[in-house]
C-alpha cells in the first residue's frame, strides 16, 4: 500500500480541518481532479489508482501515537483529536473512472469536515503509480538532489545569502522512497538545525515525514480555505472573511497568507493595514514571482509596515536556482522563505505530472480558483468566475 500512514498528508489540510469543525462543520462540498500534463494517458493505470484509494480507505486510521504526535503541536486543539480519533476515509464520497481520451476523473463529494483530508494522499497515490513507468534512476535522482544542496550552500558562502526553504513535495512525488531519499539527504547536509547555518532546509509540510525525521512541519491555508468562503458567506466579502475566520481559529499563529486564490489585484485590496500588520507575510503561487514580490513591498511601505519585518513565501513551481534568484533579488528588502515541491520529490529526468485536486462547489455552489497564472485556474462554471471578477471589479472601483 502506498500510503501507509494517515500523517502522510500536508500540515495545512490538518489546520483547515481544524477550522472547519469549528467553523463551518456542516458544509459539503466539491473537488476535481485535473491533469495540466498534456497527453498523459492513464487507461493503463486507473484500476491500481482505485485499487490504493480504495484500500487506503479499508486499512487506514490514525493511531495513538500519530495522535500524540498532533497534539504537541501547539495549534492543535484537544478536540480536533477527539475528532481524529474517530476519523475514518470514505471511500463511498470518492469516482474514480476514466473516460475514452485516457484522461483520468476523479470526483470527491461529501461533507467538507470529511472529505478535506482526500487530496495530498489521492495525489501522492496518482503521482507514484505513474511516475513507476516514466523512471526509476534513484542514483540519477540523489546526484541532482546534491547538487540543489551545493546551490544553497554556494550562494551562502560565495555571496551571504541566505535560501530558506521548506519541502512541499509530497503530493507530486515520484515515490515515497523517493521522498525519504531526497529528504533525508537535506536532512544530513542542508538541515538548519544540522548544520548550524542560517541557510537551508526548515521543514517540510509532509507531517509523516517531519514526525520521522524530527524536523518542523510546514502549513497554514489552501486554496480551498479561501474558496469555500464564496458560498459561506456574501461573495464580496469572501476574501476578508476567510482571512478574518483564520485570524479568530489561530490567533497570530500560522500567519502567512495566501494571495492568489482571485489574484494579486484583489488580494492587495482586501490585505488592507489590519490584514498586513496582523498577518506574519504571504504565499506567492501563481504569476511572475518578482512583481509579486515588488508588489506586496511596495503595498507595506504604503501603510508605513517596514517590509524588512514581514516574509513572502513563494511557491510556484520552483527549483532550486530559481528560489536562489529570487533570494538574491529580494535579499536585504523583504524576508523571503521557499517552498519546492515536485523538483524535490520528483527529478528523475522525465517531466512529473502537474496534477491537482481543487474544491470547484460548496453548498452546492460553484467556487473558483481564479490564478494570476490563467491556466492555473480552476472552475466548473466559467459565468460564475466571470460574476465573481465582476463583483471584485466593481468592489475596487466604489
Not at 476535481?32 to 487506514?60: Q, W, Y
Not at 510546514?218 to 485570524?247: F, K, P, Y
Not at 481543487?358 to 480552476?378: F, H, I, L, R
Amino acid at each position: 500500500m502506498i500510503i501507509e500512514s494517515m500523517l502522510d498528508n500536508d500540515q495545512y489540510k490538518f489546520t483547515m480541518l481544524q477550522g472547519v469543525l469549528h467553523q463551518h462543520p456542516a458544509a459539503m462540498v466539491e473537488y476535481l481532479f485535473k491533469c495540466r500534463t498534456p497527453g498523459a494517458d492513464f487507461r493503463a493505470h486507473v484500476n491500481s489508482i482505485a485499487k490504493e484509494v480504495s484500500e487506503m480507505c479499508k486499512e487506514l486510521r490514525f493511531t495513538k501515537e500519530d495522535l500524540e504526535y498532533l497534539g504537541d503541536l501547539r495549534y492543535i486543539k484537544s478536540d480536533t483529536i477527539q475528532f481524529l480519533k474517530l476519523f475514518r476515509f470514505d471511500y463511498d464520497y470518492v469516482n474514480i473512472v476514466i473516460d475514452g481520451s485516457g484522461d483520468l476523473c476523479i470526483l470527491i463529494e461529501g461533507p467538507w469536515l470529511h472529505t478535506i483530508l482526500f487530496e495530498v494522499p489521492i495525489l501522492s497515490i496518482v503521482s507514484e503509480i505513474y511516475s513507476r513507468d516514466m523512471g526509476k534512476d534513484f542514483e540519477y535522482a540523489n546526484k541532482k538532489t546534491l547538487e540543489k544542496i551545493e546551490i544553497v550552500h554556494r550562494l551562502y558562502n560565495e555571496e551571504g545569502i541566505s535560501l530558506f526553504f521548506a519541502d512541499f513535495g509530497g503530493r507530486r512525488r515520484h515515490s515515497v522512497e523517493a521522498h525519504r531519499r531526497a529528504l533525508q539527504l537535506f536532512v544530513n547536509r542542508c538541515w538548519i538545525e544540522r548544520t548550524n547555518r542560517s541557510t537551508g532546509l526548515v521543514g517540510t509540510s509532509n507531517v509523516m515525514l517531519a514526525k520521522e525525521y524530527g524536523i518542523k512541519s510546514i502549513g497554514t491555508m489552501a486554496h480551498e480555505w479561501i474558496q469555500a468562503h464564496q458560498a459561506l458567506c456574501r461573495v464580496a466579502d469572501s476574501q476578508s472573511m476567510a482571512l478574518e475566520n483564520w485570524a479568530k481559529e489561530y490567533r497570530g499563529d500560522l500567519g502567512i497568507a495566501l494571495s492568489d486564490t482571485i489574484g494579486l489585484k484583489y488580494f492587495l485590496y482586501d490585505f488592507d493595514m489590519y490584514f498586513s500588520k496582523l498577518f506574519d507575510g504571504s504565499r506567492q503561487d501563481s504569476g511572475d514571482p518578482y512583481k509579486y514580490g515588488d508588489a506586496i513591498i511596495k503595498h507595506y511601505e504604503s501603510m508605513n509596515i517596514n517590509p524588512k519585518t514581514k516574509t513572502v513565501v513563494f511557491s510556484d513551481g520552483l527549483d532550486f536556482k530559481k528560489a536562489a534568484d529570487l533570494a538574491r533579488y529580494f535579499d536585504g528588502r523583504i524576508k523571503t522563505s521557499f517552498g519546492i515541491g515536485t523538483n524535490f520529490t520528483n527529478d528523475f529526468g522525465p517531466k512529473a505530472l502537474q496534477i491537482v485536486l481543487k474544491m470547484t462547489k460548496c453548498n452546492g455552489q460553484p467556487v473558483a480558483k481564479m490564478s494570476d497564472t490563467p491556466e492555473k485556474g480552476m472552475c466548473t462554471d466559467q459565468s460564475y468566475v466571470s460574476y465573481l471578477k465582476d463583483i471584485f471589479d466593481r468592489r475596487i472601483a466604489r
